[in-house]
């Protein structure tokens, strides 16, 4: 079992920065792919960024060159940071971790199997 308890949200005015932290517990941090997902009201969860166990990363588009996603391993923390915020960033974000070594890395919220609590970030314009 891996808990996961996410921290950093807050509101922030259009293109500004914030950092979320995932402290996570339980089991081996490193050896789980970390991912950041996010869901706006009335909208699906999404994919933001997932760091692999390998540390190898992946980004949405749309977060792509102003997001990201690190880990300390020896601290068992996740971090995300946004920078040059923008109103449609506005969501809650979710950390998730996922035991993948020997499998593919997803974007796919299904495929994640620990999930934290999640943490409001609003993006005023």
């Known amino acids: 079992q891996v808990q996961l308890v996410e921290s950093g949200g807050g509101l922030v005015q259009a293109g500004g920065s914030l950092r979320l932290s995932c402290a996570a517990s339980?089991?081996?941090?490193?050896?789980?792919?970390m991912a950041w997902f996010r869901q706006a009201p009335g909208k699906e969860r999404e994919f933001v960024a997932v760091?692999?166990?390998?540390?190898?990363?992946y980004y949405a588009d749309s977060v792509k060159g102003r997001f990201t996603i690190s880990r300390d391993n020896a601290k068992n923390l996740g971090y995300l940071q946004m920078n040059n915020l923008k109103p449609e960033d506005t969501a809650v974000y979710y950390c998730?971790?996922?035991?993948?070594?020997?499998?593919?890395?997803?974007?796919?919220?299904?495929?994640?199997?620990?999930w934290g609590q999640g943490t409001q970030v609003t993006v005023s314009s």
């Open positions: 339980g089991r081996t941090f490193s050896r789980f792919d």
């Open positions: 760091l692999r166990w390998t540390e190898a990363s």
């Open positions: 998730a971790a996922a035991y993948k070594i020997g499998a593919a890395v997803s974007r796919t919220a299904l495929d994640y199997d620990y």
